[in-house]
């Protein structure tokens, strides 16, 4: 089985654009979103939910009045600053919060439950291009690296079931924990960057840490025609590194128009959607299983 | 006054509004990056740094002769970075979420403070020195952003506290842990919209996570007026109405400003009128200060 997950460091590349044009073309997979945080590509793939589950994870604390001796242990113990005194008594702030449990642990009164988090859904759902997996954390939830491993885990078990050999994997942004989640056990990571000074800063982060995870980078120059020497450079360094350079794509207002409409841009006949369909080719070419 | 900048989907213009805000402010500023795990601040205001620290988080390491193996340690880490196996402790350092619990309870002194690195928080100048600039940047490889963002905030309250002044700080994308982290420090909340489906999609998204801190919050539209995406322009429109969210300004989408962007250059450098754009927007955003400044006042 292959497992391809499209990154970017950077937010707003066009990662999602990508991965819905490679989730039309692509045959015998499972699609999912890892952007459990901010996700998108339902918007285009108009899933029919076929199953919802709770994502269940961490705690936050609760101090319970009646049986608080207002020793003030808990809120010096506390290495987030989440619990302060307040008119009524002690209380921890859920927004600080970590879930930790030292303080109800230590608490001598025992006055601090810990509740478990309803931290969002996921769902395993058909869309016009295949079965998929995605899910949305409530907004403000944590643990989205602890989703982002759940959402990995049933898409391949899911592809196992059916019979399918690839994992499509739409990532989220920047360098850190849902995106090292998202690498782990990845075949290939597709990076879609943009050349401007941001993208390229952002593209180095994101490239350092596919070669820290040892995972094989391949990239995609999305909205090249916008500052054609920087894009010429990032193609250098593409070089260097011996990342794969998938290709260049132009600055189009096709992309929002395909957006607007749901659709993949591969289709209907537009540039944009062909190079993506060349790219996609070339990816096949590229020896990724594991 | 301390305006977060944030944004739910990556990619808005969180970091093009901020620089190009610092750069008309006129007034005491602190330019802040806290996207610590993509920062570009400092590619469109270049500073001059004076200060480079490397963060980093206590985290316990074993002194293995004090050891009694009561396991304590282990029963209290809820992060799993503590194991025992076969009768030996083992401490799983990248896992640890600092909170401290195993050193409270750890009746043998055996465990010793120890340090992982966070990232870096860099401090200096901006616009010619007359901005002050500060920026966290995670080391690659490590997972948690938020531990770091505290300390940077912690830095920028101390740096309010040495010479007051307002203080614009670009947000990290996303409404999960290290956006909250930075939004609950915030007087104010700017949301820069991009009103595609999937920034429209973003930024309702922000805007309830946001809702719980409880401050005031107000939007910008950015690549207003992009050719054939006039309903998501009026989508995004009527939802600040509906929701009472001050909706400060709309900046046109131009082939010229994402150009300007892509050299790194600022887009209230463009043209008189961008320049205006953003002193109408920073008014805009001084004018929403008065009933919170009051509010301060009260507490002192």
Redesign the interface.
Known sequence: MREIVVISGKGGTGKTTVSAAFAHLAQNKVICDLDVDAPDLHILLDPNIRETHAFVSGHKARIRHDACLSCGRCAALCAFDAIRLHDDGYAADPLRCEGCGVCAHLCPAKAIDLEEQHCGDWHISDTRFGPMVHALLFPGQENSGKLVSLLKAEARSLAREQGLDTVLCDGSPGVGCPVISSLSGASLAVGVVEPTPSGRHDFRRVADLCRHFRVPLAVIINKADLNEDEADAMAEDCRKNGDVLLGRLPFDPVVTRAMVERKALTEFDNPVGNRLKDMWSALQNLNVRR | MRIVIAS?????GK?CVTASLADVWGAPLVAVDTDA????LH??LPPQITEKKTAFLDVPNLAPEKCVHCEKCRN?C??KAIASFAGRITLFPDMC?????CF??CPSDALIHAERELGELCRGTVLEGSVRFLMGR?R??????PPLL?QELKLLADMLDAVPGDALIDS???????A?TVA?EADLILLVV?P???GF??FR??H???L??GRPMAAVINRAG????A??DEAVRRYCREKNLPLLAELPFE?EA??Q????RLLAELSPAWRTRFENLRDALLAMEAPHAAKETNHA
């Open positions: 739910g989907k990556g990619g808005a970091t795990e993509a920062p570009n590619l469109f209290i809820t992060y979420h600092g909170c401290g619990g409270a309870v995670t690659i490889g490590e997972s948690m952003t505290r990290p994308p996303g409404v999960s842990c290290p909250v609950r991009d595609t489906p999937f999609h973003d998204l922000a309830q996570a946001f719980p801190i992009a050719d054939g995406n309903e998501g082939r994402a150009e962007y892509a050299s790194g």
